[in-house]
């Protein structure tokens, strides 16, 4: 698999390819790659006949405090796993390549980052700037015909459809389904920091999401069924950050199972591990 750490010999590569003809799918990635990446890959192998798998831990994403520096990193590894589900380019720039000296530019959408992870008491809309500024510069570094996401960072999927749509870009805009652990635990990059302990106690989580989408197909109303996933949370000493019912599109707040896609979504911290995950509720199971 090639490899490449520089916006020029990113490009060079794609020209190569594009002037043979080949489709590009691009799946923007921060390493430590799990089976939820891989089967990101996979998708967009199947889809197209270059895939270009960026590899970039984004410090302008990481609020003060957070884990930027101690977040896992394994380039060896991350690369092995890349090239076997399917992907033919790796594009590992240093922090200098994507933010060189003087670099003054951020990308802000606005609505749907002020809420949920981006409400101002919690990280901040701050996060969503960085990660939509990031994926505006790889959108226009590779051109890609299809750009994949993971429905586990369902806000993130919908503030980056929206940037997409609205600056233009040609990309594809694909979310794929949330890939879970044996238990329910959706995967992540940072269930590594978990303990044993923490990590019996975090599958409570999709658990827990999994008996309000049940609530809501009998019928609950919103309220009632983030009740009952919040009791599965305490019963596992858990406290979320966040858990709430938002409109799937627009991220709105609802009180009612209306018809329209319901997003319910939860944070919670788990010693070093700050968690996310939902499950979207739909039209059919709400009637």
Known sequence: MRVERTKSALRAALAEARSGGQTIGLVPTMGYLHEGHLSLIRAAAADCDLVVVSLFVNPAQFGPGEDYERYPRDEARD??????????????????????????????????????????????????????????????????????????????????????????????????????????????????????????????????????????????????ALAVARELLAEAGIEPEYLEARDAADLEDVDIFNGRPILLAVAAQLGNARLIDNVVVNPQQSE
């Open 79 to 224: 690369e092995g796993l890349a090239e076997q589900a399917g992907a033919g380019l790796l594009y590992a720039p240093a922090v200098e390549e994507v933010y060189p000296e003087g670099f003054a530019t951020s990308v802000n959408v606005a609505g749907l980052t002020d809420v949920l992870c981006g409400d101002p008491s919690r990280r901040g809309s701050a996060h969503f700037s960085g990660v939509s500024t990031v994926v505006a510069k790889l959108l226009n570094s590779v051109d890609p015909d299809i750009a994949y996401f993971g429905q586990k960072d369902a806000q993130q999927a919908a503030v980056i459809r929206r940037m997409a749509a609205d600056l233009d870009f040609g990309a594809k805009i694909e979310i794929l389904p949330t890939m879970r652990e044996a238990d329910g635990l959706a995967m992540s990059s940072r269930n590594a920091y978990l303990d044993e302990e923490q990590r019996l106690r975090a599958a409570a989580i999709s658990r827990a999401l999994g008996a309000a989408a049940d609530a809501a197909a009998a019928g609950s109303r919103t309220d009632a």
